[in-house]
């Protein structure tokens, strides 16, 4: 951490060198956030946080996408190989793009089954086998009765070690994947016999199909080039079940296939948001430092009538303006522990400070109303250093009328944040609202049968 908190350092030092540092940091308001605190500190140490914030959601960001990468392995090996899984651990699928030659290309779903190995485990039953082949073997037909489309013609049970043959009565009908080749133009029954096989067992199961002609309808250039290579695809891995890998064709009919990995995009999106984080991060913490702000500005007109009263009490005892400016700063400091940081005091403290390095009184008031940059302190300046030579008389006079006005001003905020308050529980209240009405109103319908 003290490395990037060094780095981050540099990086600032130099853009604040060149004139942008107000990207990362608002001086301005980190001068009145932190008023006796050194503001070139403050502002560096803001900037170099932010910096290193940063820095840090790059760095992790890079980190996620050199996962991605590494994790991401080749799977397609050379001449075109798939790597089988082991019995028992399923099936894999793998997304390829095919470059077809003279048509495009088109990324392809290839499923490649687990290997089969021969075991001395107790056979299936082949009562279970077969409910289970048939239930599917319609694929997207709505029955055997209307045949319009491919079969799905598995060659292997589903949950079970159970291998299936297909043979047919009438050929050129079906492939051995189950594709239709031949649409008759009037309904035609074919029977098919799925042979089952279990190690050393096998049965023989007639089913029967009746092909019907389709309705009429265009098909896309694109959707008859995916069939095809879903059929070639399915006749690779159907080739030698026992193999560790499958060898993906090189042609497909009269066109040549040319099989390569799609791009993968996740580390450029990774690595995108993460900037695009980075970045936000910083428009955040400026936001948030603007809020900061106006927090300050609402807490600095709450507790002005309170400061007037205290002046005033104190000046009506007797003491000068300097005195009374002391004391309050007095008690500030005592009771903040538990009264927690208030800016308004945090800038008379700092006009003291003023006071004791030997700054004229006029002066010290003038600078304390521009520094909080609210125009009620503004006034009250204005007030002390015009009446500095007129006695307290007069200036009690104006205090009192001002003390009036803050604490009117102050009732009125409080009304307008409670108005503000009110609309805004409005929508929770009509959501509760609807569903006190929906609790009475649903039953009431239902006992009625509607």
Same mark, same amino acid.
């Given at each position: ?7 981050? #350092? ?43 914030? !940063?820095? &840090?959601?790059?760095?992790? @960001? ?8 590494? %994790? ?8 075109? @190989?798939?790597?089988?899984?082991? =019995? ?24 490649? $089954? ?50 299936? *043959?297909?043979? =047919? ?7 051995? $994947?189950?594709?239709? /080749? ?5 309904? +035609? $029954?074919?029977?098919?016999? %799925? ?56 042609? =497909? ?11 993968? *995009? ?13 970045? !936000? ?24 009538? +309170?400061?007037?009263?205290? &002046?005033? &009490? ?20 005592? %009771? ?10 945090? +800038? !008379? ?11 004229? #009184? ?16 503004? /006034?009250?300046? =204005? ?6 030579? /007129?006695?307290? /008389?007069?200036?009690? *006079? ?20 409670? +108005? ?11 959501? !509760? ?18």
């Amino acid at each position: 951490m003290k490395l990037l908190s060094k780095i981050s #350092e540099k990086i600032y030092d130099r853009i604040e060198s060149k004139g942008f540092g107000e990207i990362f940091v608002h001086k301005e308001l980190v001068g009145k956030l932190y008023v006796n605190e050194d503001p070139q500190r403050s502002v560096r140490e803001k900037g170099t946080l932010m910096i290193s914030r !940063m820095i &840090l959601i790059i760095l992790v @960001t890079l980190f996620i996408c050199a996962v991605i990468v590494v %994790a991401d392995k080749a799977v397609l090996g050379e001449d075109n @190989t798939l790597a089988r899984s082991g =019995a028992g651990e399923g099936d894999r699928s793998y997304e390829l793009e095919v470059s077809v030659e003279g048509g495009g290309s088109e990324k392809v779903q290839v499923l490649v $089954t687990e290997r089969e190995v021969k075991a001395d485990n107790i056979p299936k039953v082949f009562d279970l086998a077969e409910d289970l082949l048939l239930r599917n073997i319609a694929g997207d037909n709505p029955s055997l009765s209307q045949v319009t489309s491919s079969l799905d013609l598995k060659t292997k049970v589903e949950g079970t070690k159970v291998l299936v *043959t297909w043979e =047919a009565d009438k050929d050129g009908f079906f492939s051995g $994947t189950g594709r239709l /080749r031949v649409v008759p133009p009037d309904s +035609e $029954t074919v029977t098919l016999y %799925a042979t089952l096989h279990y190690f050393d067992h096998s049965r023989r199961i007639p089913v029967w199909v009746t092909v019907v002609p389709p309705p009429e309808k265009k098909t896309d250039e694109s959707q008859k080039r995916i069939g095809v290579l879903n059929d070639v695809i399915r006749e690779a891995d159907q080739k030698d079940p026992a193999s560790e890998k499958i060898y993906l064709p090189n042609t =497909a009919g009269d066109e040549r296939l040319e099989w390569k990995e799609p791009f993968d *995009t996740r580390p450029i999106v990774v690595g995108l948001l993460g900037i695009v984080s980075a970045v !936000m991060l910083a428009v955040r913490a400026k936001s948030s430092m603007r809020e900061e702000g106006k927090k300050r500005r609402e807490q600095m007109e709450r507790d002005y009538p +309170e400061i007037i009263s205290k &002046l005033i &009490l104190l000046l009506t005892a007797g003491m000068t303006c300097s005195g009374a400016w002391k004391r309050i700063c007095t008690d500030y400091v005592a %009771a903040k522990p538990h009264l927690g940081k208030r800016f308004a005091y945090e +800038e !008379m403290i700092f006009s003291l400070r003023e006071l004791e390095l030997g700054r004229s #009184e006029a002066a010290v008031y003038e600078s304390f109303g521009n520094r909080t940059g609210v125009l009620c302190y503004k /006034r009250l300046s =204005a007030m002390l250093a015009r009446n500095l030579r /007129r006695g307290s /008389r007069e200036i009690l *006079t104006m205090l009192d009328l001002e003390s009036r006005d803050a604490y009117a001003a102050r009732f009125e905020a409080v009304r307008k944040k409670g +108005e503000e308050t009110s609309t805004k529980l409005l929508l929770p209240m009509m959501g !509760m609202l609807i569903i006190v009405i929906a609790i009475i109103v649903v039953p009431a319908f239902m006992g009625m049968g509607i």
